[in-house]
């Protein structure tokens, strides 16, 4: 337990209801006494854990604002401290009142992330669990929250748990190996050692390959939309976008710079860029604009190839297609109100949805695409998942040094140099959940917390 008692505005600054001032440490709920007084005459110091009592903070000139406090006994409280929770109006004023009141009896200005690197330190979680914490707090989609939540409750722990117990097995064995090399015990097989690096291997890909769906749902995906000219590119942005963002005219041509916007398509955020009608053009400032939309066609994470389903392929359809690839790309075969020409065959392995801008018909179809071309369609919200670089860079770092001593072992070094890397990658993980974590790398993780929570 920290020797010093700390205190911070815990809810958003600004006018509601109610605001929360929490204050955590030794002398919680002492400092709190001094400036409460209950309806009831009773004081914080004879309450037990979870309970409360109604009356005012008192400043020099008398009241300052009615209040409930809430008591929370050690180890039962959030950051496992003695903890009260002050409750008042929630004026800009008021609150500050309240809070520098608790600073003047003898509290001191948490730090940001205070309250959670508390909680870490006193083991009420671990350090995946902690950065949860402020996953929950800046979720921008129903499934981003339950993602986060997955991580709050440990999922992404219990999964970095059971492959650190696997390679602390694989490094008692080899430990015994090492002592008893002429024992001849099928636990102490060079096969047995492979096969359990295999399976820690493969547990590590797995995570790492959750990385980019954490990744997605945080920042959003990178979106072209590209075709030729008047298939309804601009239409479809506008459509997306809720609002005209996109000039649209039968005019070809009339889109030559990139449009960009950001919008939400069910739990994705698509960050989303119009670009210029792709057809072969005499016009250097068209053309310009044509290599633009090229180049976005490389650098997007998902791309939306708009093509006129009233009319038929020509040659600049063809050259659309010839820069696609199949992995990250959705046909939105556009114009279906006015008549099916277009032969689809062209668009066989592509995920292709059949829709009408203009008309809002096939949005619901080309939401399940998207997710589904992005690899959220089938995301398992109560799955193990990295959801921050530092995870992800740990991991990565952990799956080198297992696949290191997958390939030692198999050109006959000895089970000591393949130990080093086993301890190596056990020191990553433990790292990253923070059985074993410095003061520096704490302080960089609970840095970036808002101060109150």
């Known amino acids: 337990m920290s020797e010093r008692t700390v205190a911070a505005i815990s809810t958003p600054i600004g006018e509601g209801g109610i605001s929360l001032i929490r204050v955590s440490g030794r002398d919680a709920i002492e400092i709190c006494d001094k400036i409460f007084k209950s309806v009831s005459g009773k004081r914080l110091e004879s309450l037990s854990g979870y309970t409360a009592l109604f009356g005012h903070i008192m400043g ?29 109006h929630g004026g800009r004023y008021v609150t500050a009142a309240v809070l520098e009141a608790v600073l003047s009896a003898g509290a ?3 730090g940001p992330g205070e309250f959670t690197k508390r909680a870490f330190l006193n083991g009420k979680l671990d350090l995946a669990e902690a950065e949860s914490v402020m996953g929950l707090i800046n979720a921008k989609s129903g499934q981003e929250l339950k ?13 970095i748990s059971e492959i650190e117990a696997l390679l602390l097995e694989l490094s008692a064995d080899f430990a015994a190996y090492s002592d008893y090399p002429d024992e001849d015990l099928p636990d102490l097989s060079e096969d047995n050692f492979l096969r359990l690096l295999k399976i820690a291997s493969s547990k590590l890909e797995r995570l ?5 769906s954490g990744t997605v749902l945080r920042e959003g995906v990178k979106t072209a939309i590209v075709g030729k000219p008047n298939v309804g590119k601009s239409t479809l942005m506008n459509l997306l976008s809720r609002e005209t963002r996109s000039i649209v005219t039968d005019i070809a041509g009339t889109t030559r710079d990139i449009i960009e916007n950001t919008v939400k398509v069910g739990d994705l955020t698509l960050i989303l ?10 016009d250097p400032v068209e053309e310009l604009g044509v290599e633009l939309a090229k180049d976005r066609i490389a650098s ?24 696609l690839s199949k992995e990250n790309t959705v046909i939105v075969l556009n114009k279906s109100d006015v008549g099916k020409v277009l032969d689809e065959t062209a668009f066989e392995g592509f995920k292709t949805v059949l829709v009408s801008a203009k008309e809002g018909i096939g949005a619901e179809e080309l939401e399940r695409a998207v997710a589904d071309t992005v690899g959220q369609g089938n995301l398992d919200p109560d799955a193990a998942i990295l959801l921050n670089e530092r995870q992800f860079d740990l ?3 952990a799956a080198a040094a297992v696949k290191e001593a997958e390939s030692l072992l198999l050109s006959g070094f000895t089970i000591d140099a393949v130990g080093v890397c086993v301890d190596d990658a056990l020191t990553l993980l433990y790292t990253l959940d923070g059985k074993r974590v410095t003061n520096e790398v704490a302080d960089e993780v609970f840095r970036r917390f808002c101060v109150g929570k």
């Open 60 to 88: 020099e000139d008398g009241p300052i604002d009615e209040a409930v406090v809430t008591v929370f006994r050690e180890p039962k409280s959030y950051t496992g401290e003695d903890v009260c929770e002050i409750s008042c």
């Open 108 to 110: 001191m200005a948490a």
């Open 147 to 159: 993602l986060q939540l997955a991580a709050k409750k440990g999922r992404t722990s219990e999964e």
């Open 208 to 212: 790492l390959s959750t990385y980019y």
């Open 273 to 282: 860029a119009d670009t210029a009608g792709i057809r072969a053009s005499l």
């Open 300 to 323: 997007s994470q998902l791309v939306l190839a708009v093509f006129d389903i009233s009319s038929g392929l020509d040659g600049n359809d063809r050259d659309i297609l010839s820069l």
């Open 395 to 397: 991991v990565r770092k």
